[in-house]
């Protein structure tokens, strides 16, 4: 099987969130979908290994703020290659409480959902959520996981449900450039990697510069 052909599907770029008791968490998510219209109902593919899984299973009720191509790519790093086991992923980030759920500012709309039932799979758990709230925040088209691989050059964590590990593989028998080992950000700027300013950071994760390694 190629599974390169799920890549002709169409995907969005989201940040999945809930709270831990008081405080919030969340991870970048790209397998989100509207299942009906009335009433409103919406499925969310959570990784096992996503803390965000199990704070959902126990509050269950979720957030989805839905990325545009104007939101900051930091975003997708800070919420997809870190774990909210050990960062509080929402610190200094700009969000606001809808319905109870911590929904991010800088996205083009958002949904609010409370689990009405669940699916487990050998690796992810599908939330099917009813819609409570919603939004559209901003004009800007929403991002695309297309837009995040080609324009941002960023790639899929590995909890993603489409990530494929000839990325890795792919990155690795490209010619040599400066690749971020946190996020897997390939630099391509006009600007030769060594004479970047020492407080350059990764646009995706945020990492500093000492992060990129030569591949």
């Known amino acids: 099987m190629n599974k390169k052909v ?7 770029v989201y940040v999945v969130s809930t709270l831990d008791e008081e405080r919030p968490v ?4 790209n397998s989100v979908m509207q299942i009906t219209s009335d009433p409103a109902t919406v499925a969310i593919s959570m990784n096992h290994d996503n803390y965000t899984n199990a704070c959902i299973a126990k509050t269950g009720t979720f957030a989805v703020s839905i990325l545009s191509e104007s939101s900051d790519p930091g975003l997708i790093g800070t919420f997809g290659f ?3 086991k050990t960062a509080n992923k929402f610190d200094g980030v700009s969000h ?11 996205c083009c709309g958002y949904i609010v959902c ?15 959520g009813e819609v409570t709230d919603g939004d559209v925040l901003s004009p800007a088209p929403a991002m695309t996981y297309a837009y995040y691989h080609n324009v941002i050059k960023g790639k899929s964590p590995k909890n993603a449900p489409t990530y494929l ?9 490209a010619p ?40």
């Open 114 to 128: 409370r689990v009405i039932d669940k699916m487990e799979t050998s690796s992810h758990t599908v939330f099917l």
């Open 6 to 12: 799920f890549r002709n599907l169409s995907y969005g």
């Open 96 to 106: 606001s409480i809808r319905d109870g759920m911590p929904v991010l500012n800088d």
């Open 82 to 84: 870190q774990s909210g």
């Open 176 to 215: 040599a450039k400066w690749v971020c080992s946190v996020c897997g950000y390939v630099y391509d700027g006009e600007i030769p990697f060594e004479d970047l300013p020492d407080d350059y950071t990764c646009p995706v994760c945020r990492q500093p510069k000492s992060k990129f390694v030569r591949k």
């Open 165 to 173: 590990p000839e990325e890795d593989t792919a990155q690795a028998a």
């Open 26 to 29: 969340g991870c970048t998510a």
